[in-house]
């Protein structure tokens, strides 16, 4: 099923042009890994995705509906790549900013906020500040956040920028669980090219256009990609060689 | 005990039950705005009140039904300004709490008139109060609060953070219009309480005296509650025995408070 339609996408910051003629579609189940070099365009074309910029040219449909139209956020989960930059005063325990992510409050939703923190294995911080824990756990804290909905797709900007080795591994292992038992479909910007190759099934290279999009293993077989990327291609396919 | 015999007295009850009704709903909105960074808009909406309360002076109108309107529509402008010039939240309060003051001024040199009511709105007049503004106090103040509890998940949220509040389907901008319109009612109202001049105070250090015990936004909000009803019931008490203006008293007790959960903070940390 086609949850994500992109077509003929293109955006400019004043008159600089960021994104020109983005073309893509995502399906359920898809892990996809969004790479591309610094200024391409990778979290405006997200933020578009979302509706959180505003102002582009193409078309974008999200589960079958234009994006104007669109209203199942709960059907999205998202993690920002500024969520260490929250406002270190705001009083807030774990289960308060996991219970953020629900559209209502109740005993159910409550429930669910739970889950999603036993499902990271992170129940032990329940009713820890926010502000007490490591940027790993605050990362897992707000990825938590991003799944209580339960949502079918989502949408990670850097996620692992503020990780160290250990909680890196542990952070994509359960990125890779959400993907495959329960088939939500993800779109996650990266400059860990060694991680993106080891969890994501897709490559999605963006320099203001579309330079690649399809599976890893096309990629890594591609002697135009190997001509074009070199270092790159060799970094990220050592998972997917043969 | 005759020193608690001035409890008996209607114009203190009155002052208990308008300060308290008041001072709940600046405490739970102040949490808020203090954490949105934007604890100065009870200045700049205080500001705009006085042109309001001076241009109903000036006309023969309630001054309060001047000031209401008025201080609703700056806030909306506050935030227009701040969004479609891209201009600082601080800046676009600055603009507008100038322009209200240089308003009042005008009028009351105009007016020369209703400068001593006017002095009246500027530093408050709790212990004046009467019983229709009483009625008026606790139920603007008890239908905000109800309000505010039914939108308080998305209150949070967008406190929070407003792009991942509005990713989660809460609409952000509609809900900084009903929060602009809530402190506006809030401010105006805080005016018979403590005057133009310190209706920030009401609203900003009950807060940032609950930030510093909190653990939760929820605690913060009682917290802060208690210290505003607190400051108040003790500062009209105080203000009657000493014979010192209500809403100066109210303001010290707030900033004792402050101060005491701010040592304790410190001592603990240190």
């Known amino acids: 099923m086609e949850i994500v339609s992109v077509k003929n996408l293109t955006f400019a910051y004043q008159a600089n042009p960021v994104l020109e003629r983005v073309s893509f579609t995502v399906s359920s189940g898809d892990f996809i890994a969004l790479a591309g070099p610094n200024g391409a365009g990778k979290t405006t074309l997200v933020r578009l995705l979302l509706g959180l910029n505003q102002g582009a040219q193409g078309e974008i449909s999200l589960f079958g509906k234009p994006l104007a139209k669109f209203s199942a956020w709960s059907k999205i989960g998202y993690l920002p790549q500024r969520v260490n930059k929250f406002n270190p005063l705001f009083p807030a325990t774990v289960i308060e900013v996991v219970g953020l992510g629900l559209k209502k409050r109740g005993s159910k939703n409550k429930e669910a906020a739970n889950k999603a923190l036993d499902f990271l294995g992170i129940t032990s911080l329940r009713d820890r500040p926010l502000t007490s824990l490591s940027g790993g756990q605050q990362q897992k804290v707000f990825l938590a956040r991003a799944l209580v909905n339960k949502p079918e797709l989502l949408i990670l900007d850097e996620p692992s920028t503020a990780l160290d080795p250990e909680s890196r591994h542990s952070f994509f292992s359960a990125l890779k669980k959400i993907n495959q038992e329960h088939g939500v479909a993800i779109i996650m910007i990266t400059h860990d090219s060694a991680s993106a190759g080891s969890y994501a099934k897709k490559l999605l290279y963006l320099d203001k256009t579309v330079i690649f999009y399809d599976s890893f293993k096309i990629f890594c077989q591609s002697e135009e990609m190997s001509a074009r990327f070199g270092g790159f291609q060799h970094l990220i396919c050592h998972q997917h060689q043969g | ?270």
């Open chain 2, 1 to 270: 005990m005759e020193i608690l015999d001035f409890l008996n007295y209607g114009f203190i009850q009155r002052a208990y039950l308008a300060g308290a009704a008041v001072a709940s709903l600046s405490a739970v909105l102040g949490v808020i705005l203090v954490l949105r960074q934007l604890s100065l808009i009870g200045d700049g909406l205080s500001h705009v009140s006085f042109g309001a309360l001076a241009l109903g002076l000036f006309l023969g109108v309630f001054p309060l039904y001047v000031a209401l309107p008025v201080a609703i529509l700056a806030s909306y402008f506050i935030m227009v300004l701040k969004e479609k010039t891209k201009l600082y939240g601080d800046a676009a309060i600055a603009i507008v709490s100038a322009v209200g003051v240089a308003v009042g001024v005008i009028l009351a040199s105009l007016a020369q008139g209703f400068n001593v009511n006017l002095f009246s709105y500027l530093f408050g007049n709790i212990l004046a109060i009467s019983l229709t503004e009483v009625l008026i106090s606790v139920f603007v103040s008890f239908s905000v609060i109800i309000i505010i509890a039914y939108l308080y998940h998305d209150i949070l949220a967008a406190t929070f953070d407003e792009e991942l509040a509005q990713v989660s389907g809460v609409k952000v901008k509609r809900l900084n219009f009903i929060l602009a319109s809530l402190t506006a009612i809030s401010v105006v109202l805080a005016i018979k309480v403590v005057g133009v001049m310190l209706v920030s105070a009401l609203l900003v250090i009950p807060a940032v005296s609950a930030l510093q015990l909190a653990k939760s936004f929820k605690n913060a909000l009682i917290w802060a509650l208690i210290f505003a009803v607190f400051s108040v019931l003790v500062g009209v008490s105080l203000s009657f025995i000493t014979d010192l203006p209500a809403g100066a008293t109210i303001v010290m007790i707030n900033f004792f408070i402050f101060l005491t959960s701010w040592l304790r903070k410190y001592l603990k940390k240190a």
